[in-house]
């Protein structure tokens, strides 16, 4: 706004309802013994994509949850 207040979505009394902030773990990957054969590495390689995939996975189910509750709450508001 211009005058430098902020607007507000809710009303002043409407109870806000977020989601508390959980910290995932980092994606971890193990390190590989230097000389280990090039089977091991691709296997090492493989793995932390997977888990990198299903960590984006559930990124993103989370994203599209939290955007349905919004639309719900944007529609009984309409």
Same mark, same amino acid.
């Given at each position: 706004?211009?005058?430098?207040?902020?607007?507000?979505?809710?009303?002043? +009394?409407?109870?806000?309802?977020?989601?508390?902030?959980?910290?995932?773990?980092?994606?971890?990957?193990?390190?590989?013994?230097?000389?280990?054969?090039?089977?091991?590495?691709?296997?090492?390689?493989?793995?932390?994509?997977?888990?990198?995939? +299903?960590?984006?996975?559930?990124?993103?189910?989370?994203?599209?949850?939290?955007?349905?509750?919004?639309?719900?709450?944007?529609?009984?508001?309409?």
């Amino acid at each position: 706004p211009e005058d430098g207040a902020f607007a507000s979505v809710t009303g002043e +009394d409407d109870e806000q309802v977020h989601e508390p902030y959980i910290p995932s773990d980092p994606l971890v990957i193990p390190s590989v013994q230097p000389g280990a054969p090039m089977e091991t590495i691709m296997a090492a390689l493989v793995n932390a994509i997977n888990r990198q995939g +299903d960590f984006i996975l559930e990124q993103n189910q989370r994203i599209m949850a939290q955007n349905q509750r919004l639309a719900a709450v944007e529609e009984s508001r309409a």
